[in-house]
């Protein structure tokens, strides 16, 4: 008798065991990618650096990405070389950049220079700091995206949305250690600088992490082949991508739905995470030393819900309305920070904690939505367009508050380990960060309408029986 070939995906112990792997990978990026979140007091004491150098440096994160389009060369080659040879060049230019931000900011042969460019000034260590956060930043999005075509390759037609969730979950936890450890080692070793060797460190440990993935996959590869040889069949991504395909992801309206409420919901979540360190020492009245574990609560309790509604999504569907709810409660967190009187800790707490659930609700469901408006074979390119209109706001956003606080927020200085720095009233930037979750609010409405004349199936369960 022919023995019968399954594919390797269809082994659970695999296809977990594969999500642990580069899920570790997206903790090392997530942890760098906030690593200097908490420390924008600090980078004002140590380094001088101000509010608006501070949002200029912030912002950098999507320069290459959204002016150069590096990440939707990255889709590109995602679709044409495979997750493979793509993940690894994304990791080791997150290794790269990394160690860029790290040399700018211990090095002295930058102090005191100002470099003149074409149409700004900036001191050459914002500058050189900014261009290794922006080619991490290439190759952090590079990463995410392989990653979740990754998931795709593995868990389509199973438990996807789980998959995705547990990701993220896993991601979020290396944002919750940034957020929440970064001033206190910084704080520890007297050193801003830090935080950002121990990023290095694990920037080191995530290519290394996924280097051994590929062997994994290659073995999924050769499992499938043997599958489709079997059974005489076509594998559906046969008709490989081609460039003009890139035109028939950006004419569907469900895509630009999807990718408007995606730039929209993340730049009222991870702009304000740079911040929230900063506004729970000036609103809220917390040590700057503790300012930093009110926010981290908000990745740390993703970890359980993003998951939780992931596994809803797989199971009971209704991923438009998911993403609908999730809007409602972004909008009631902004809004109810930006209320001056409402200033007692606890309440930072609570708003923080209702942030953490919107946060887990909209990424459950929107994620795990495109694999069913868009073809296998355009995912990757598809995921990337997606991540560089986000990098609009993720490079956008961080520079408007930024200037925003430095001209309009500023209501004092305090003196701070002897230091005179400023003092802020966040009121105007949380209102703009509700302006956003109303704007994400209406798409995911229209997103839903959408659904109901094209029928993707976004309101229905993901698990095939």
């Not at 991504?237 to 730039?263: E, Q």
């Amino acid at each position: 008798m022919t023995q019968i070939k399954n594919a390797l995906s269809e082994s659970k112990t695999a296809r977990w065991l594969a999500l642990a792997i580069v899920s570790f990978t997206m903790l090392c990026g997530y942890y760098l990618a906030d690593v200097m979140a908490p420390l924008k007091g600090l980078l004002e004491q140590q380094l001088s650096w101000n509010s608006e150098e501070y949002g200029f440096f912030t912002s950098a994160y999507g320069w290459f990405n959204v002016f150069l389009f590096f990440l939707i060369f990255g889709g590109i080659i995602l679709d044409k070389m495979g997750v493979r040879f793509t993940g690894l060049m994304a990791t080791f230019t997150m290794v790269l950049g990394i160690g860029i931000k790290y040399w700018a900011v211990t090095t002295h042969s930058l102090d005191g220079q100002v470099w003149d460019l074409i149409i700004f000034s900036s001191k050459a260590q914002v500058l050189v700091a900014g261009i290794g956060f922006a080619i991490f930043g290439v190759g952090v999005e590079v990463a995410g995206i392989t990653v979740s075509k990754i998931i795709v390759k593995w868990f389509k037609g199973k438990e996807m949305a789980l998959a995705m969730g547990l990701e993220m979950a896993t991601a979020r936890i290396g944002t919750g250690l940034a957020i929440g450890t970064s001033l206190p080692i910084a704080k520890l070793f007297g050193d801003v600088s830090m935080p950002l060797l121990f990023g290095l460190i694990m920037a080191c440990i995530g290519f290394i992490s996924f280097f051994i993935y590929t062997f994994q996959d290659k073995k999924l590869d050769a499992s499938q082949a043997a599958v489709n040889l079997q059974n005489n069949t076509v594998p559906d991504d046969a008709d490989s991508f081609r460039i003009k395909d890139i035109l028939l992801i950006i004419t569907n309206k469900a895509w630009w739905y999807i990718a408007l409420l995606c730039v929209l919901f993340y730049s009222a979540v991870f702009p304000f995470l740079k911040y929230a360190t900063d506004l729970m020492i000036n609103k809220f009245g917390v040590e700057e030393y503790w300012a930093g574990l009110i926010p981290a609560m908000l990745p740390f309790g993703t970890i359980l819900l993003t998951p939780f509604f992931g596994n809803l999504y797989d199971r009971k569907g209704k991923g438009a309305t998911i993403m609908i709810i999730g809007s409602i409660l972004i909008i009631l967190v902004h809004a109810l920070f930006s209320v001056p009187f409402l200033n007692h800790w606890i309440i930072a707490i609570i708003l923080t904690i209702i942030l953490g659930i919107g946060f887990s609700l909209v990424p459950s469901a929107m994620w795990p939505s495109i694999p069913k408006i868009i073809p296998d074979k355009q995912l990757g390119s598809a995921y990337a367009l997606i991540f560089w209109v986000q990098n609009w706001g993720l490079m956008g956003v961080p520079a408007l508050i930024g200037w925003v606080l430095g001209k309009y927020c500023i209501i004092g200085t305090r003196v701070v380990d002897g230091q005179t720095i400023n003092s802020y009233d966040y009121t105007l930037p949380m209102m703009i960060f509700t302006g956003f979750g109303l704007l994400a609010l209406i798409l995911a409405f229209l997103l839903k309408a959408e659904d109901k004349k094209k029928g993707y199936g976004l309101e229905l369960p993901n698990i095939k029986k």
